[in-house]
């Protein structure tokens, strides 16, 4: 069973920055496509960014040049640094893993950026 612990979640104000992280205790997950998704209220839930097991990213476009996705094999951690926040960043960010033909959740964080 994989499971998917995120922090680092809470409120900022537009302009600035948080880090989230995505831990988990199976050291499968240094083989394992990751992401981010989130979900803001009365929305359903969008990709933010993905990383292959190699490390090689990809970001909605709403978010490019402004959130970096990394992954820390060694600690199975996955992170996303989020800077420039905006108010439409609010919402509550998902850590996701794909691992032997399923799809693993983490339980979510809040983020809510203020004007």
């Known amino acids: 069973q994989v499971q998917l612990v995120e922090s680092g979640g809470g409120l900022e104000q537009a302009g600035g920055s948080l880090r989230l992280s995505c831990a988990t205790s199976?050291?499968?997950?240094?083989?394992?496509?990751m992401g981010w998704y989130r979900q803001a209220p009365g929305k359903q839930r969008d990709v933010v960014a993905r990383i292959t097991s190699s490390g090689s990213p990809n970001y909605a476009s709403s978010v490019k040049g402004r959130f970096t996705i990394t992954r820390d094999n060694a600690k199975n951690t996955l992170y996303l640094q989020m800077d420039s926040l905006k108010p439409e960043d609010t919402a509550v960010y998902y850590c996701y893993a794909y691992v032997r033909a399923r799809d693993y959740w983490g339980q979510g964080t809040q983020v809510t950026v203020s004007s």
């Open positions: 199976s050291s499968i997950l240094s083989i394992a496509p």
